[in-house]
């Protein structure tokens, strides 16, 4: 399984961003696909997941309402718009996948991960 993750850059605050994650080396019916970030000096922390089959997710506190996470099936490709971006939101942001479905929220139940798209969030 590779993950690739593209579409980070630099926004002002109140702008928009859509990160997308190919996904390739397998069909992922079954699987869960989530995004997670990291700032400086701080733990890796969730942000979005969506259940690739029944298209449910889940959503961090801070993303609800303003980060929407789809997913195309026929390219593979897992996407997370962003929208009224904060200086807050401002990390390295991670695709990951999971087999079989277990915890959505904790990294750890995460086995595999992409290599990360930097987000920079200007005031």
């Known amino acids: 399984v590779q993950l690739q993750a593209s579409g980070g850059g630099l926004v002002q605050a109140g702008g928009s961003l859509r990160l997308s994650c190919a996904a390739s080396?397998?069909?992922?019916?079954?699987?869960?696909m989530g995004w997670f970030r990291q700032a400086p000096a701080e733990e890796r922390e969730f942000v979005a997941a969506?259940?690739?089959?029944?298209?449910?997710?889940y959503y961090t506190d801070s993303a609800k309402g303003r980060f929407t996470i789809s997913r195309d099936h026929a390219k593979n490709i897992v996407y997370l718009q962003m929208n009224g971006l904060k200086p807050g939101d401002t990390a390295v942001y991670y695709c990951?996948?999971?087999?079989?479905?277990?915890?959505?929220?904790?990294?750890?139940?995460?086995?595999?991960w992409g290599q990360g798209t930097l987000v920079t969030v200007s005031s």
């Open positions: 990951a996948a999971q087999y079989p479905m277990d915890r959505p929220l904790i990294a750890s139940a995460y086995g595999y």
């Open positions: 080396g397998r069909t992922f019916s079954n699987w869960r």
């Open positions: 969506i259940n690739w089959n029944s298209g449910n997710t």
